[in-house]
T-cell receptor
C-alpha cells in the first residue's frame, strides 16, 4: 500500500519563487494535514482539512495556502518563498473517528536560497 | 507554558537497557495520546496510542497515561540498536494533534 505520498521529495527555490507541494493518500481518509518540522521546534501544523473542499488554519499558516479539491489530494502552496520557509514539510491523513491515528508521508525537504 | 513538553535529549543507552520517555501537558481536555517513532529522513510512524488513562502494552513497548498528573510515558524494554530514533509524543482533544518536540534516542550495541 502506498499510504501517504508526497511530491517532490527535494526542492531548492530562490527567494520570491512559487511552488506547490502535493500530498496524495489512498486510504480514503477524511482528514489531511500539512506540518513543517524544524530543528528544535518539533512538528508545527500549517493548515489542515476535515474533508473535500474544506481547509482551516493551523499554528503557523502565514505565507502558505492550501487546497483540497479532491478527497485524496491536499496541496500546499508557497506564493513567494522566503528563506524562513526552509524546512522539511510533512503531510498526514487520518480517518474521521477521534482515536484514529495520523499516517505520515516521508516529507519534502525544501530549501529557499 | 507550552501545551506539550518533552525533553529533547539526546538519550544514549546500552543495548538491552530499559528506556523511559516522558511528556507532560497542560491541557486537561486531551484524551487521545500517541507515541510516534521517526527515523532519520523519514516521516513519523505510529508506535502506540491510547484513549484516556491507563496502560497499554505491545511487545517490548508500554505506554502509560496519568491524566491526574498530566503525564505520559513510553517504556521500551530490552532496547535494540534498531530502536535508535526520535520519539514524539502527541495528544488531542478530538482536535488536530499537538506534538512534543521529540526525544532523540541512541541505543549503543
Amino acid at each position: 500500500n502506498a499510504g501517504v505520498t508526497q511530491t517532490p521529495k527535494f526542492r531548492v527555490l530562490k527567494t520570491g519563487q512559487s511552488m506547490t507541494l502535493l500530498c496524495a493518500q489512498d486510504m480514503n481518509h477524511e482528514y489531511m494535514y500539512w506540518y513543517r518540522q524544524d530543528p528544535g521546534m518539533g512538528l508545527r501544523l500549517i493548515h489542515y482539512s476535515v474533508g473535500e473542499g474544506t481547509t482551516a488554519k493551523g499554528e503557523v499558516p502565514d505565507g502558505y495556502n492550501v487546497s483540497r479539491l479532491k478527497k485524496q489530494n491536499f496541496l500546499l502552496g508557497l506564493e513567494s518563498a522566503a528563506p524562513s520557509q526552509t524546512s522539511v514539510y510533512f503531510c498526514a491523513s487520518r480517518g474521521p473517528m477521534g482515536l484514529q491515528p495520523q499516517h505520515f508521508g516521508d516529507g519534502t525537504r525544501l530549501s529557499i536560497l | 507554558q507550552k501545551e506539550v513538553e518533552q525533553d529533547p535529549g539526546p538519550l544514549s543507552v546500552p543495548e538491552g537497557a530499559i528506556v523511559s520517555l516522558n511528556c507532560t501537558y497542560s491541557n486537561s481536555a486531551f484524551q487521545y495520546f500517541m507515541w510516534y517513532r521517526q527515523y532519520s529522513r523519514k516521516g513519523p510512524e505510529l508506535l502506540m496510542y491510547t484513549y484516556s488513562s491507563g496502560n497499554k502494552e505491545d511487545g517490548r513497548f508500554t505506554a502509560q497515561v496519568d491524566k491526574s498528573s498530566k503525564y505520559i510515558s513510553l517504556f521500551i524494554r530490552d532496547s535494540q540498536p534498531s530502536d535508535s530514533a526520535t520519539y514524539l509524543c502527541a495528544m488531542s482533544a478530538n482536535t488536530p494533534l499537538v506534538f512534543g518536540k521529540g526525544t532523540r534516542l541512541s541505543v549503543i550495541a
